[in-house]
């Protein structure tokens, strides 16, 4: 009983560590660095208006969201799109990890092209 | 006995985290609201009040219920909003989805009967680039420089429809929308203006039996102050600045125990947001605020220099115009049809002495009286001459004006 209320804790915190560690942050593109991976947004969160520069896991994937062509079909579609395609001044959500000193990231969204 | 006190401890905490967990408030939305939490906390919502530049754009009444209108506006909220705010208007379009601020849930017809119409219109105007959402990290673009005025309104008639509300969304469909104004108007106000804003309140009375001024009455048509043409309702910004800077009383301490003898204390003191919020309240005991096509305000031209010649040819034109009928020959209020003034209720009422400044109704900044000369102080005698004055005719009639008073030295002193 000790070792699964044990077991029940520490898988608790653990979850919650994680849970902690991901944030959806959303901005404006500043740059867009292909040799290295990585997109920079400027964010405000919390009164303050930041950069943060976020490096983008292999195999990453930038998306937007489209309307359907096939006829008959409604709602969006998810669209892929190359790290390249991003432009500054897009409107982007990205799911963030602290990974090291990084924020890295699976998926950029496109919210708004500018 | 440790050990079943360590489960115990540990059984106690998992509860707690998860209890916390259940509990933990979704994440907020770009309204600033929770109204999934409405009935358990009932606290109602706050809104912040549309900034001035926004006060006034309220949406004509038609465009909520015109059929032309609401498809427009879904052609726009197809192409530009859905993906974030859902095609069915309930926040959750697929970009949406992972944003920080999550959109607002137009299909939450809480939220939106307490989203007054000028502040949908300053945030589908502005987005969330502006204060108080751009620190929270709002994603709302603007589209201002998009959308035209008559799309943004089509837009937001669209988004309306979501709610279930049939008719034109405004305060006197929505009367939970003016709540905080309200509450001030009753605590602050209605000792003067009355429950119903008729100016009839129980301290109105006895404020100068059967003399003007009277509190104003909302209801109708006639504001004094304003920087509208003859005949037009003021801006916010007017009914902002009036409950800002007071009103000065003409014959001494009117209200008693209210500093510098005003017959409307200043609202200074009072947080701006409050000020805007009550003003809201204010403007829904007129519709027609609601019914005006456009907002339009008597141009100010920057002052000229006051020089000589111009206090000369004031003094010409405040004899042409007649001035000295009212205000008398030197300005004191004295002039031969004093006596017999009335305002528009049939309350006699004082010529004001312009020989002191500070019995100015309408503020003594030369840009103040310019104003007062062009718009003319609507239920008084005083007319406007916004159609047969000239501007520079307007500038001299106002340095003459303020020449005549006690403090004249400041503005004159260059002139001579």
Redesign the interface.
């Known amino acids: 009983?000790?070792r699964f209320?044990?077991l029940?804790?520490v898988g608790?915190l653990a979850v919650?560590v994680a849970g902690a560690d991901e944030?959806?942050?959303?901005?404006t593109v500043k740059n867009v660095d292909t040799s290295a991976q990585t997109v920079t947004i400027e964010?405000?969160?919390?009164?303050?208006?930041r950069e943060v520069t976020i490096f983008l896991k292999p195999g990453a994937k930038v998306v937007k969201?489209a309307r359907p062509t096939e006829p008959g079909k409604?709602?969006?579609v998810?669209q892929s799109l190359a790290l390249s395609d991003l432009k500054p001044g897009w409107?982007v959500?990205?799911?963030t990890k602290h990974e090291g000193n990084k924020e890295v990231a699976d998926v950029v969204?496109?919210?708004?092209e500018? | 006995m440790r050990a079943k006190s360590f489960v115990t401890l540990t059984v106690a905490l998992v509860t707690l985290l998860l209890v916390l967990r259940i509990a933990q408030p979704p994440a907020i939305r770009a309204n600033d609201k929770k109204h999934e939490h409405k009935a358990a906390h009932d606290h109602g919502h706050v809104h912040v009040p549309a900034p001035l530049e926004y006060a006034d754009s309220h949406v004509p009444l038609s465009v909520w219920t015109d059929p032309a209108q609401i498809a427009r506006g879904k052609e726009i909220f197809t192409a530009r909003c859905a993906v974030c705010h859902g095609d069915a208007g309930d926040g959750k379009g697929p970009a949406g989805l992972a944003l920080p601020l999550k959109p607002s849930d137009f299909t939450d017809k809480n939220g939106v009967a307490e989203m007054r119409d000028n502040y949908w219109f300053w945030r589908v105007s502005e987005g969330g680039q502006v204060e108080p959402f751009k620190s929270k990290g709002s994603a709302m673009p603007p589209w201002k420089g998009e959308l035209s005025v008559q799309d943004r309104w089509a837009v937001m008639a669209y988004q309306h429809t979501f709610s279930g509300h049939q008719g034109p969304h405004v305060p006197w469909e929505h009367p939970e929308s003016l709540k905080v104004g309200r509450d001030i108007f009753i605590m602050a106000c209605v000792p003067c203006h009355g429950v119903d804003g008729k100016g009839d309140g129980s301290v109105a009375a006895t404020l100068s039996p059967r003399r003007a001024p009277q509190p104003r009455d909302f209801t109708s048509a006639d504001f004094k102050f304003r920087s509208t043409p003859s005949g037009n309702l003021p801006t916010t910004a007017d009914l902002f600045r009036t409950m800002t800077e007071g009103v000065p009383g003409v014959r001494g301490p009117m209200t008693i125990g209210l500093r510098a003898h005003r017959v409307m204390p200043s609202f200074r003191h009072m947080p701006p947001e409050q000020r805007l919020e009550v003003l809201e309240f204010v403007k829904s005991f007129n519709r027609g605020f609601w019914e005006r096509d456009d907002v339009k305000t008597v141009c100010l031209p920057v002052p000229p220099p006051v020089t000589i010649e111009r206090l000369a040819r004031g003094k010409q034109l405040y004899a042409d115009a007649e001035c000295f009928a009212c205000h008398g020959e030197h300005g004191r209020g004295d002039g031969p049809s004093a006596p017999t003034l009335k305002d528009a209720r049939g309350f006699s009422i004082t010529a004001t002495d312009l020989t002191k400044r500070d019995r100015f109704k309408n503020g003594a900044r030369v840009d103040d009286v310019y104003r007062t000369l062009m718009t003319g102080l609507a239920g008084t005698p005083m007319p406007s001459y916004g159609d047969s004055l000239e501007p520079e005719q307007a500038w001299d009639i106002v340095y003459y004006t303020l020449s005549l008073s006690d403090e004249a030295a400041n503005t004159t002193d260059s002139a001579r």
């Open positions: 009983m000790i209320s044990a029940l804790l608790w919650g944030a959806p942050i959303s901005g964010t405000t969160a919390k009164s303050k208006t969201f409604s709602g969006f998810e409107l959500s990205i799911e969204k496109v919210v708004l500018r």
